[in-house]
């Protein structure tokens, strides 16, 4: 069947508030050597296309400026050069933009096949969050059998991949979360103990639930939190930061628990990452957490499900926090 000469997409004729956006028209875009076309079924909805909606995450030069970091759906083209995929397999990635429209160009090296019984939506919820904690917690962090870790933003979509991981690689898991359903959802994904940091001072139940303190801190809070992070971690621990909800700049920190306790702090960002980093995350992600998705051990959190003409809805559902897991867009 001969693809179409135009797609639908949202676009983005200024920054600003949800209501910028809007549903428009343009050419399919063209494969470069190593990438894949896929025809979008369901794509996530993510914190940084908020920000790049605001004006604040600009996308890299190379990339698309369409928003959106992970798709799923049927391959319609695939460039020279792609060996491990072909035109009508089902598959999910992280895309470098350009994944809130019909048709998206994945590096084929981004791409994962579906897990056994997954449909599109289940499948695009997985790209962004797996990529980023698996890259952050594991990767650099180091997370191990035996560990500890405390995971912030717990009820969030990188919260909820987090802490199923975490289990499942067999770590005790801490999560803070702001309400007390949002704790309830974070124990019952696995967590030891979750922490309702609205009405407790989650450093002082660390202090209390742990004699040394915990090994990893995923943290999205940045300076708000740095502090109290540093005054969590035990020994030889390691603080990882990949956001910066609660501010860049800290002010007037006691730096000295990273001498006296031999603290990493590490941190990192995935749009930036070069396609050979992405590369071996993908590999990573499909040797060691795939499985565990076949066998039903580990799933995507899905709050709600738009259709791809209620974005703005999607966006406004994001800003508010109100959600536990991933929003996800549905194409028809």
């Given at each position: 069947?001969p ?46 296309d908020?920000?790049?909606r605001?004006?604040?995450y ?7 400026p ?13 460039a ?6 072909a ?31 997954y ?17 952050n ?5 180091g997370?191990t ?15 909820t ?13 801490y ?10 959802a974070?124990?019952?994904?696995g ?11 989650f ?33 030889d ?6 956001a910066?909800l609660?501010?860049?700049?800290a002010?007037k ?5 990273i ?10 960002t995935?749009?930036?990452?070069t ?6 995350v ?25 259709s ?22 549905k194409?028809?």
């Amino acid at each position: 069947m001969p693809l179409p000469s135009e797609m639908r997409f949202v676009d983005l004729p200024s920054f600003g508030g949800p209501e910028v956006m809007t549903i428009a028209r343009k050419p399919l875009p063209v494969l470069n050597p190593g990438e894949i076309l896929v025809r979008v079924e369901a794509a996530g909805v993510n914190r940084p296309d908020v920000a790049q909606r605001q004006g604040i995450y600009p996308p890299p030069k190379e990339a698309s400026p369409i928003l959106g970091l992970e798709v799923a759906g049927e391959i319609v083209d695939v460039a020279p050069g792609v060996t491990e995929f072909a035109i009508g397999n089902k598959v999910c990635g992280l895309a470098n933009g350009g994944g809130y429209a019909e048709y998206c160009v994945l590096p084929a090296s981004q791409a994962l096949r579906f897990p056994n019984g997954y449909d599109a939506v289940h499948a695009a919820a997985l790209p962004e969050t797996f990529f980023t904690v698996w890259a952050n917690l594991f990767q650099m962090a180091g997370l191990t059998e035996g560990e500890s870790v405390l995971i912030h933003g717990g009820s969030s979509g990188i919260g909820t991949t987090a802490i199923q991981l975490a289990r499942a690689f067999g770590a005790t898991v801490y999560a803070t979360a702001g309400s007390k359903e949002k704790c309830q959802a974070c124990e019952k994904l696995g967590a030891k103990r979750a922490i309702n940091y609205k009405a407790e001072d989650f450093a002082e139940v660390i202090k209390a639930e742990t004699e040394h303190g915990v090994d990893i801190i995923l943290d999205m809070i940045g300076a708000a939190y740095l502090e109290k992070n540093l005054a969590s971690l035990a020994r030889d621990g390691c603080l990882s930061i990949i956001a910066f909800l609660g501010g860049a700049v800290a002010e007037k920190v006691n730096l000295t628990p990273i001498m006296v306790k031999r603290l990493t702090v590490t941190g990192s960002t995935m749009r930036p990452r070069t396609a050979e980093e992405k590369r071996a995350v993908r590999d990573d992600l499909l040797s060691q957490v795939w499985p565990l998705l076949d066998r039903g051990t580990v799933a995507p959190v899905i709050y709600r499900t738009f259709s791809f003409d209620d974005v703005i809805e999607a966006h406004r559902l994001m800003e508010t926090s109100d959600h536990i897991g991933k929003i996800m867009l549905k194409l028809a």
